[in-house]
């Protein structure tokens, strides 16, 4: 109810999640929306026509189609890598600030060597290695994004134990199990849901860069992999920007629309950046 | 002493600080029976809430390194955290302080007193946790909660209604205490703690809990922790006082305010009388916790001081129904001067 109140509240969360929105039902809904069967091979290099709306590729499928079907790998794949990045984060974030002690720092040290470690070299690496599984990426790219979410939940979760509720709970006999997942989980979910955001741009980005550079499942379409058979297939030495600047735009939007969400959360938290803003 | 319930002896608690080490209780001798209600008294920085929280054994970062704590027939002391948990709540409830944080801000109040029914329970499961929720109306626990409710003046159906839906920044001071005080008793624990229950209130909400209180205090065993002597006048059968980490003297209610023996307690019972509200005598706040002075800690600021009071600890002199731990008592709980 207070989430609800906040979407539509805040002007720039609430546009970030139409936008957002709309994405995610034209992937959904792509099957029953595209006009074409974006695997079907027809006359190759088309331009656009009302029959083929972004005109067909080096094979001749309806770019229009493919545009629409591969929404699902990226916002898939973005989406279940965010959402394992973040219950890993929290789980460890808030392990690591509530226990303290041995457990901390040992969570908290393997934290900072994934954080230090340059993500894309070592997606790249891994995945070549791994091989192109849609699976296997998501979870490769989740692996590499919890630390930075443990992090910021480990440093709240320092304050939250502090607090009077955590401390009257454990006065009348609340365990650490209790405390974790009643009164701390529940206080740290608007801040994951904030850096949930965020990572999902950025697990998308690592995705489309993956695809781009060929790494990808050939099997299955995603924006980045479009823009790798434009690249690859002569898309931009013919100039034929309605293949390769459709699948850029698409990414481009949903990374913008998340970053609208963000920034909606943190002129929620910070009052100072919604002056500069206004 | 067959229905003895507490028995604090020669309580040390230390915290090591980069300043040194601050002596928060030094000694501490303290004995209470099931029934009855005692009243911790003594100013700001004497220890008051190091000793509650070391009962429950939550004085972290503070370490107990001496004495020992008899509750209930087990040596708190000696036991592991998760034999604790069984101590905290059941055995001993604490009503936090500060009602505008110890609630939270996530839950409404039934949310939070179905989740303290639930923990009694043994409902721990992460999923039980989570959902822990408001009970309906006719199920077991929500006659339960009514009837703590309506000891607590919330009689009627349709306040207890909205009371139990609305969360805790919706509560005046007063709302909020008592539902401290239901969270507390819902429990049923063997002795309920109180750390300072009126400071942060308002005037008439404060004189409202004293009542509440004194009524608690005639079926439950209460321990009432505070630096105004009114508070505890209203509710306490006994007194301890307190001064720089010590019981300084004990004794029925009536008697420790009629005729006090302590030094101390004379000069804190003065300042009361002079300014209302929040004693400012300047004897605490000139005592360093960590340079502590040798012999009895007063004694650099005691009127009646004899030489024996710089150079040995006094020892704790006890009689009928209280204890003055003073070298100007010795033995009889008369004056030797
Ligand atoms: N976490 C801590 N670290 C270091 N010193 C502490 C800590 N907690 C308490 N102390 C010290 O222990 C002493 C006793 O503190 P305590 O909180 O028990 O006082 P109090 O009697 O409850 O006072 P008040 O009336 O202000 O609540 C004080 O000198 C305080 O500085
Ligand atoms: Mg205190």
Redesign the interface.
């Known amino acids: 109810m207070k989430f609800a109140r906040l979407f539509r509240r805040n002007p720039l969360i609430f546009s970030g999640s139409a936008l957002i929105t709309f994405f995610i039902f034209a992937a959904i809904f792509s099957p029953w929306l595209a006009p074409h069967d974006p695997w079907q091979y027809q006359q190759a290099f088309l331009e656009p026509s009302p029959g083929h709306l972004l005109g067909t590729n080096d094979v001749g499928q309806d770019i229009f189609s493919e545009l629409l079907v591969a929404g699902r790998v990226s916002l898939g794949v973005g989406f279940s890598a965010a959402l394992m990045a973040a219950v890993t984060g929290v789980a460890i974030g808030i392990l690591a600030g509530f226990r303290r002690g041995m457990l901390d720092e040992v969570l908290m040290g393997a934290t900072d060597v994934v954080l230090v470690i340059p993500t894309l070299p070592l997606v790249v690496l891994i995945s070549v290695y791994l091989g192109p599984s849609l699976p296997g990426i998501s979870l490769l790219i989740g692996l590499i994004m919890w630390p930075s979410i443990a992090r910021v939940i480990r440093s709240r979760v320092l304050s939250l134990r502090q607090?009077?509720?955590v401390?009257?709970?454990?006065?009348?006999?609340?365990?650490d199990?209790?405390i974790m997942?009643?009164?701390v989980?529940?206080?740290v979910l608007p801040l994951v849901l904030a850096k949930f955001v965020l990572t999902l741009a950025g697990a998308m980005l690592i995705e489309a860069s993956i695809s781009f550079l060929g790494l990808g499942n050939p099997s299955a379409k995603s924006w980045g992999m479009m823009l790798h058979y434009a690249f690859t297939r002569g898309g931009f030495i013919r100039e034929m920007w309605w293949w390769y600047l459709p699948p850029g735009l698409a990414i481009a939007m949903v990374i913008f629309a998340l970053n609208l969400i963000n920034l909606g959360f943190e002129e929620k938290s910070d009052p100072r950046l919604k002056k500069v803003l206004e | 002493m067959t229905d003895s319930l507490l028995e604090v002896r020669d309580l040390h608690v230390r915290f090591n600080t980069p300043r040194g080490v601050v002596r928060a209780n030094n000694g501490i001798n303290l004995g209470m029976n099931t029934g009855e209600s005692l009243g911790i008294m003594g100013e700001s920085g004497c220890g008051k809430t190091v000793l509650i929280l070391s009962l429950m054994r939550l004085q972290q970062p503070g370490v107990i390194v001496g004495g020992s704590i008899w509750f209930d027939g087990r040596e708190v002391t000696r036991l592991t955290q998760k034999e604790m948990q069984t101590v905290r709540g059941k055995g001993i409830a604490l009503i936090p302080q500060n009602h505008s944080t110890a609630l939270n801000p996530a839950y409404t109040v039934g949310e939070q007193l179905g989740e303290t029914l639930g923990r009694r329970q043994g409902k721990t499961g992460l999923w039980q946790t989570l959902r822990a929720g408001t009970p309906g109306a006719g199920t077991r626990d929500y006659e339960n909660l009514r009837h703590v409710l309506s000891g607590l003046g919330f009689n009627d159906e349709s306040v207890l209604r909205r009371l139990l839906a609305s969360y805790p920044h919706e509560l005046s001071g007063g709302m909020g205490q008592r539902v401290l005080i239901a969270m507390a008793l819902l429990l049923e624990p063997k002795l309920v703690i109180a750390d300072e229950p009126t400071t942060a209130l308002d005037r008439a909400t404060r004189a409202e809990t004293l009542e509440l209180l004194g009524r608690l205090s005639a079926d439950t065993t209460l321990m009432v922790v505070s630096h105004e002597v009114e508070t505890l006048v209203c509710i306490c059968n006994r007194v301890a006082v307190m001064y720089g980490g010590r019981v300084v003297e004990s004794g029925v209610t009536g008697r420790v305010f009629s005729d006090p023996h302590h030094p101390y307690t004379r000069i804190l019972l003065q300042s009361q009388h002079l300014i209302r509200g929040k004693p400012v005598s300047s004897a605490a706040v000139a005592l360093d916790m960590v340079n502590f002075p040798p012999g009895c800690p007063f004694h650099p600021f005691c009127p009646e001081a004899v030489p024996a009071c710089s150079r040995e600890e006094p020892p704790e002199t006890v009689f009928d129904s209280g204890s003055v731990a003073c070298h100007l008592y010795n033995g009889s709980g008369t004056c030797s001067k």
Do not use: T
């Open positions: 607090a009077g509720f401390e009257s709970a454990r006065a009348l006999g609340a365990g199990w209790w997942s009643r009164h989980l529940p206080n």
